[in-house]
């Protein structure tokens, strides 16, 4: 069966892709910039990609017309450039103008329980997408979760900074709202096993593990699983603001995401009772499972995909490829190369950068620069990344973005995500006479700009030389 598959960076897509994969299907991943879709992950002749920016509706001819079932899966919550709202609903327009010229009879649609009568702008935004892709000549299945927990979700890695960095928690209003969780592994069950079945066409159904728990419980509860005691005090005079600020210094999300998490997380997510689990024989794995699951996948480096890895900044919406070749004329340049001592090693430290392993080099210099990032609104170091040991492009990485990670070229090439008056790259390359050159390059924005690399020059001898020599040794 010929699969058409949007989002494919994405965390849902991410996780849903080799299942289908398993199944012999043939999938055509939907992209906006095919520099960050790795192939080499997929050893498997029944995956292509197409470029297509649902966005620009120019781009939609590049989906094949011979498509039997369609996945959509695109959300724009997190961006921090224009209104998600609006955006939402020009891709979901786009998209069903494309398929209705298409041979897909089925589109499947991961959104939000939306039955409460006063909705986020967030869910809100979900119900529109939703009634947008049910006027198509299609058969429409959405199925409609809440908190999804596994690892490199979200709600799970929120959960887990929460209860793993504070001890005593001064929390919102929020953490009494009732939620209805589902592990992720039931997610992509529901999504796989829905293709071509009669009794979920032109349906929608709301998914869950069947229990119900506020935020402060499902806190508790991670808690305990991991060993840990915590006192969480709500306090009701927390406005969403505040919520925000609270969840974005804390937590590794974006503030804007927090903004739009806070907002949604006031609102009841408890679903219908319906028959879907029964007709597809899937017994619902339970919310304490999910999480003990979710740490065997960390601990065995099984981590298939990351919610930060989602484009957020609008530097790359119009793709990554203008930044792989790093500019030469008017930049700054800070050069340094020499030889390693053990090829092999060298290149698996470079491939362990950032993340728990850190920097090798000036760890608390790194920290404060992802402090000072964090207060002007930046992503900070916390986001960290998704495997300890591989990286891939378009993965993030602390608050650098991967462009080129090649082991055969030993080559890694980042961009900085981070607040700058300017833009930087950081290029790590072992030459054929095995000397790494380490080279960071400052393209600056104004007169702004060459202050602010003046001002940081003085520490880069000291990061610079000792992260050289860590990664060489």
């Not at 994405?10 to 520099?35: F, M, S, W």
């Not at 804390?250 to 997510?269: G, H, I, P, Q, R």
């Not at 530097?315 to 008017?330: C, D, R, S």
């Not at 728990?356 to 900070?380: C, E, P, S």
Request: aromatic content about 10%; hydrophobic content about 40%.
């Amino acid at each position: 069966m010929k699969i058409l598959l949007t989002g494919a960076t994405g965390y849902i897509a991410q996780r849903l892709l080799p299942e289908l994969l398993k199944d012999h299907h043939h999938v055509t991943c939907c992209v906006r910039d095919e520099n960050r879709f790795d192939l080499s992950r997929f050893e498997d002749p029944d995956i292509s990609v197409v470029q297509v920016n649902f966005l620009q509706e120019e781009t939609m001819i590049n989906i094949p017309d011979d498509i039997d079932i369609a996945y959509y899966l695109i959300h724009s919550m997190s961006t921090r450039s224009g209104d998600f709202e609006k955006m939402e609903a020009i891709s979901a327009e786009n998209f069903v103008r494309r398929i209705n010229q298409t041979k897909v009879r089925q589109v499947i649609y991961l959104t939000g329980i939306t039955n409460e009568q006063h909705l986020s702008k967030h869910l809100a935004s979900r119900k529109k997408v939703e009634d947008i892709l049910a006027k198509g000549n299609y058969a429409l299945t959405a199925l409609r979760a809440g908190i999804i927990v596994g690892s490199g979700s979200a709600s799970f890695e929120i959960i887990r900074d929460l209860v793993e960095k504070l001890p005593v928690m001064i929390a919102p209003r929020w953490l009494n709202t009732k939620t209805q969780p589902i592990a992720i592994r039931d997610v992509v069950k529901y999504l796989k096993d829905v293709i071509d079945l009669p009794e979920a066409c032109n349906k929608s159904f709301d998914i869950s593990s069947g229990e119900i728990f506020t935020y402060k419980e499902m806190l508790q509860r991670f808690a305990r699983i991991r060993g840990l005691k915590r006192k969480i005090i709500v306090l009701p005079l927390l406005t969403p603001r505040v919520s925000s600020y609270w969840l974005y210094f804390v937590t590794s999300t974006s503030f804007a995401l927090a903004k739009n998490l806070v907002d949604s997380m006031k609102v009841e997510v408890i679903g219908r009772p319906n028959n879907l689990a029964a007709l597809l024989h899937i017994i619902p794995t339970l919310y304490d499972q999910a999480i003990e699951l979710a740490f065997v996948k960390i601990e065995n480096d099984q981590v298939l995909s990351s919610w930060k890895d989602a484009l957020t900044s609008k530097v790359f919406y119009k793709g990554m490829t203008a930044h792989l070749n790093v500019p030469i004329e008017g930049c700054f340049k800070d050069f340094r190369k020499k030889r390693v001592n053990n090829l092999q090693a060298s290149l698996d430290k470079i491939w362990r950068i950032g993340g728990t392993t850190g920097w090798y080099y000036g760890k608390w210099l790194w920290n404060a620069r992802g402090f000072m990032d964090k207060i002007v609104g930046g992503v900070g170091l916390r986001r960290g990344r998704r495997s300890p040991s591989q990286l891939y492009a378009g993965e993030t990485l602390d608050f650098w973005r991967v462009l080129v990670a090649s082991k055969p070229d030993k080559r890694l090439l980042l961009y900085a995500e981070m607040k700058l008056p300017g833009e930087a790259w950081l290029e790590f390359c072992i030459n054929d006479k095995d000397e790494l050159e380490q080279t960071a390059t400052f393209r600056p924005l104004g007169l702004k700009g060459r202050l602010y690399w003046y001002a940081v020059y003085p520490f880069h001898g000291f990061i610079f030389d000792g992260m050289l020599k860590e990664l060489c040794a």
